[in-house]
């Protein structure tokens, strides 16, 4: 299964390792790495969405270990991955369910169009094959599209949907699916929520609320806030990044669409700047597209080595 999604993880980041591989292969045909060819390197990092403090830092790494070395396409293939993984590797954490939590409250964010009600919908029919039971609220009361969306999910993994009206009050809507997963001892409650950022004040009250509600129930809740980013957006998913996190408390990310993007390198961005968990990649439609992020074969896909 984990070569099957390697092979995938490789093809979906495909269009990033192109963007970079032709830089590559214009940058070294077999020169020394000297001042010059480190400066190239560090603008193609910097244009293949790695960002400007992770592509410093792998710059330092080569200059520490290769500078006036020769060195050829492939060997610098290698090289980008050895250096890129250690910024991975802090960060590749699943995301672990609390077993005493009956159930663990996740609350979902994001954008619109980030890939956030597929997303549960992938991870409850993940919770089902492992025997856990989900419950999942169809939190974005304003499109109704989310609403069925998620509603077709629970019906195709055997999980109950707690859907309200068209523009239902989504706290409301959470704190009834808390008291039902209490009562059906349902191991983690899966919280959809809207993403409408052209109206900052309105969302940040929207999701706080969600949260006040949620305590009045358990105070700890909710125990995992997930915020879901599409690489398709690139650096923008930095400032997403910091718009969430002013807003609430995001203590993990999930990075979608990596298989329609040329810009795979900025979950290394994301873990130089923020160094927030990434709990899971997604590179497909299908529930086995979305698996646990892993450091080291990420690497070696986003720099084709």
């Given at each position: 299964?984990?070569?099957?999604?390697?092979?995938?993880?490789?093809?979906?980041?495909?269009?990033?390792?192109?963007?970079?591989?032709?830089?590559?292969?214009?940058?070294?045909?077999?020169?020394?790495?000297?001042?010059?060819?480190?400066?190239?390197?560090?603008?193609?990092?910097?244009?293949?969405?790695?960002?400007?403090?992770?592509?410093?830092?792998?710059?330092?790494?080569?200059?520490?270990?290769?500078?006036?070395?020769?060195?050829?396409?492939?060997?610098?293939?290698q090289?980008?991955?050895?250096?890129?993984?250690?910024?991975?590797?802090?960060?590749?954490?699943?995301?672990?369910?609390?077993?005493?939590?009956?159930?663990?409250?996740?609350?979902?964010?994001?954008?619109?169009?980030?890939?956030?009600?597929?997303?549960?919908?992938?991870?409850?029919?993940?919770?089902?094959?492992?025997?856990?039971?989900?419950v999942?609220v169809?939190?974005?009361?304003?499109?109704?599209?989310?609403?069925?969306?998620?509603?077709?999910?629970?019906?195709?993994?055997?999980?109950?949907?707690?859907?309200?009206?068209?523009?239902?009050?989504?706290?409301?809507?959470?704190?009834?699916?808390?008291?039902k997963?209490?009562?059906?001892?349902?191991?983690?409650?899966?919280?959809?929520?809207?993403?409408?950022?052209?109206?900052?004040?309105?969302?940040?009250?929207?999701?706080?609320?969600i949260?006040?509600?949620?305590?009045?129930?358990?105070?700890?809740?909710?125990?995992?806030?997930?915020?879901v980013?599409?690489?398709?957006?690139?650096?923008?998913?930095?400032?997403?990044?910091?718009?969430?996190?002013?807003?609430?408390?995001?203590?993990?990310?999930?990075?979608?669409?990596?298989?329609?993007?040329?810009?795979?390198?900025?979950?290394?961005?994301?873990?130089?700047?923020?160094?927030?968990?990434?709990?899971?990649?997604?590179?497909?439609?299908?529930?086995?597209?979305?698996?646990?992020?892993?450091?080291?074969?990420?690497?070696r896909?986003?720099?084709?080595?």
């Open positions: 299964m984990a070569i099957g999604f390697f092979s995938r993880l490789k093809e979906g980041l495909s269009r990033s390792t192109q963007k970079l591989g032709e830089g590559l292969t214009s940058v070294f045909k077999k020169r020394r790495l000297d001042d010059e060819a480190l400066e190239e390197l560090e603008e193609l990092l910097i244009a293949a969405d790695l960002g400007v403090d992770a592509s410093k830092r792998v710059i330092a790494g080569f200059r520490r270990t290769r500078f006036g070395k020769e060195v050829a396409e492939d060997e610098i293939r090289a980008l991955a050895d250096e890129i993984a250690p910024i991975l590797e802090p960060v590749a954490r699943p995301l672990e369910l609390d077993p005493a939590l009956k159930p663990h409250v996740v609350l979902v964010v994001g954008v619109n169009g980030t890939g956030k009600t597929t997303t549960i919908g992938k991870l409850a029919l993940q919770y089902r094959e492992q025997g856990l039971s989900p999942l169809a939190g974005d009361t304003f499109r109704a599209a989310a609403v069925e969306q998620l509603q077709i999910w629970g019906e195709r993994v055997g999980a109950p949907v707690i859907a309200g009206s068209a523009g239902a009050d989504a706290a409301g809507l959470a704190f009834e699916a808390l008291t997963a209490k009562a059906q001892a349902a191991d983690v409650l899966l919280i959809d929520t809207a993403g409408r950022l052209h109206n900052k004040a309105a969302l940040m009250d929207e999701l706080r609320k949260i006040r509600v949620l305590r009045k129930q358990d105070e700890t809740a909710p125990h995992s806030v997930l915020l980013l599409d690489a398709t957006t690139g650096q923008n998913a930095v400032q997403q990044v910091r718009v969430f996190k002013d807003m609430v408390d995001v203590t993990g990310l999930v990075v979608t669409k990596l298989d329609g993007s040329a810009r795979g390198g900025i979950v290394v961005a994301l873990a130089e700047e923020f160094g927030l968990p990434v709990h899971a990649v997604g590179v497909g439609e299908k529930a086995g597209d979305l698996r646990p992020f892993d450091a080291g074969e990420f690497a896909g986003l720099v084709g080595a």
